[in-house]
């Protein structure tokens, strides 16, 4: 018989134990994305910023927070505060350029979602930013939220008004502040009709939409126009009397300044126009630079008739 072939056997593999095993490569977690750009706009108030800037460090979900200063011209210790503070970036332009063309450049340049206008003067609470977040984010039809903004005693601070019309506007234009909203502290939330940015957060997206503030306004009238942009679109405005931020009060370094008071006409007039026709915006500026004749206000009719606004270029 012939010799049966003897089965090949598959040689046995044996591992080399003291290879080393390669590591599964390690995946670096991304940040969490920005939320809430919160935005101060800082004129020569560097202690007020500091104690901004310090508050808004201690915000809950902070790295969901980006702070964003923008110093319009200071010449005091402001523009080198950055380097204080390194989870902040501060944006130094040249000159005053006013507040309608900042909050502008502002918001092209924040990361988030929600922009939280601020002026040095408020200091926030660590919840306020997250708090007010929340609430927008829940809110479908409302498009920006404000705190209630109260003194170091805890006394009201109104910032939230009427939409100002007709006399009240021209009150407005002279300097007088807008007729008060009455705000019910026990209500959940309230809605206003105008807040200004001392502390307003805002949706970023619609501040897109409505292709930025009005280039028109300076330092005045940016604010006020947003919250008829708000009213037309039939969304809300709402303040939020739980949520609490402290208002320190102090000396406006441009009272009185002619170019200001000028630029306030500017915007009174540049607001009529848009919502009430050219006419009304005519009407009020001859009236504005009639009113400064009459109380021999020479300094104040120069500027009121050439109708510089504050936008860097006066």
């Known amino acids: 018989m012939p010799l049966q072939r003897r089965r090949e056997q598959t040689p046995k593999v044996i591992p080399d134990v003291a290879a080393p095993k390669e590591k599964p490569a390690q ?4 940040p969490p994305p920005i939320v809430v750009s919160a935005v101060i706009l800082s004129f020569n108030r560097a202690a007020a910023l500091r104690r901004a800037i310090e508050a808004l460090e201690k915000s809950t979900d902070r790295e969901r927070l980006e702070i964003l200063v ?3 011209g200071s010449s005091d210790e402001s523009p080198t505060l950055d380097a204080e503070y390194g989870g902040m970036t501060m944006l130094r332009l040249p000159r005053y350029i006013g507040a309608t063309k900042a909050m502008n450049i502002a918001t092209r340049t924040a990361k ?7 002026v040095p003067e408020v200091e926030v609470s660590p919840q306020t930013a997250a708090a007010l977040a929340a609430r927008i984010q829940a809110e479908s039809d409302t498009i920006a939220v404000c705190p209630f903004l109260v003194d170091p005693d805890g006394k009201s601070v109104p910032r939230t008004f009427r939409i100002p019309m007709g006399a009240a506007l021209k009150a407005v234009a002279r ?11 026990t209500q959940e939330s309230v809605p206003v009709e105008y807040a200004s940015h001392d502390a307003l957060m805002v949706r970023r997206q619609f501040i897109q939409g409505m292709n930025y503030f009005d280039a028109r306004y300076g330092e005045f009238g940016g604010d006020l126009d947003l919250a008829m942009q708000v009213r037309s679109a039939g969304r809300k405005i709402r303040l939020y ?8 009060s102090m000396a406006d370094p441009v009272a009185g300044d002619p170019l200001f008071i000028a630029d306030r006409a500017h915007g009174a007039a540049v607001f009529l126009a848009k919502y009430q026709g050219f006419f009304s915006g005519l009407m009020f500026r001859i ?12 300094n104040q009719v120069a500027a009121l008739a050439s109708w510089s ?6």
Do not use: C, S, W
């Open 27 to 30: 995946i670096e977690e991304a």
């Open 70 to 72: 923008i110093d319009l």
């Open 112 to 118: 988030g979602e929600f922009v939280f206008f601020l």
């Open 175 to 185: 300097g007088d502040d807008p007729q008060r909203m009455p705000i019910d502290e």
């Open 241 to 248: 009397p739980a949520i609490r931020a402290t208002y320190h």
């Open 287 to 298: 009236g504005a630079i009639l009113r400064a004749l009459v109380g021999f206000k020479l």
């Open 309 to 314: 606004k504050i936008d860097g270029n006066q």
